[in-house]
């Protein structure tokens, strides 16, 4: 029996629709807890590939090179610029940081979702290259919230800590170019709310395909 065309297509379909990963970018103020998010959601979700960025800021205690961040100087960083190895590149307070390339597209050409968890000028460069990512929003319950959190952390000098709470304001006022806001009141219930927009995002019917 010789399938009709219109079945081939069908299947067509079918089977790009289930072939490639979802890239998600994950943004929000520092501070609102998207570290700690992401290490959650990879727990409940393993088959969820985090991208490790690349950053010339000096690693916090307890970070590792490979696992956080690939730390690098400004020199290595502008070489990975030069040689076209990132997907995108954001200065942030007085930093560089980008996401590697190559790992993003072969994670997504193996059918396996891939995470970001980078700042807002960066978030929309990645929008421009992939329009079919996924966008959520992470928001604090208040920015008197955030601002309490950053200092308890104690990682930065109080110069830092403004430089950082002007940059959130100005970020939350880009919230309208994600597809989602997600408020982390409680890390438990922001986690669930990202699992099921993962498991919405699969389940949609992509015009292209
Ligand atoms: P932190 O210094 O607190 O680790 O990160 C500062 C900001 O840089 C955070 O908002 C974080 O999401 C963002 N960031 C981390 N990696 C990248 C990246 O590869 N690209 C961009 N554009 N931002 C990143």
Redesign the pocket.
């Known amino acids: 029996i010789v399938c009709p065309p219109r079945k081939k297509t069908t299947t067509n379909k079918m089977e790009r629709a289930m072939s490639k990963g979802l890239l998600i970018v994950l943004?929000g103020p520092?501070g609102v807890g998207?570290g700690t998010v992401c290490t959650e959601l990879r727990k409940r979700m393993p088959e969820l590939v985090y991208s490790v960025?690349?950053?010339t800021?000096q690693p916090r205690a307890g970070e590792e090179n490979g696992v956080n961040?690939f730390f690098k100087t400004r020199e290595q960083f502008q070489e990975m610029i030069e040689n076209d190895q990132l997907l995108?590149?954001?200065e942030?307070?007085g930093?560089f940081?980008?996401?590697p390339r190559d790992f993003v597209e072969e994670t997504l050409a193996g059918g396996k979702d891939i995470i970001?968890?980078?700042?807002v000028?960066?978030?929309l460069k990645v929008k421009e290259k992939f329009p079919e990512g996924v966008f959520v929003f992470l928001l604090p319950p208040s920015l008197d919230e955030l601002k309490g959190r950053i200092q308890g952390r104690g990682t930065e000098n109080q110069a830092t800590i403004d430089h950082r709470m002007s940059v959130a304001a100005h970020e939350i006022g880009l919230m309208e170019n994600y597809d989602y806001a997600v408020v982390n009141d409680e890390i438990d219930l922001a986690c669930q709310r990202i699992q099921s927009i993962i498991i919405a995002e699969h389940c949609r019917i992509r015009k292209s395909c």
């Open positions: 943004s520092s998207k960025s690349a950053t800021r961040y995108e590149y954001a942030y307070v930093n940081y980008g996401t970001l968890e980078i700042e000028q960066g978030a």
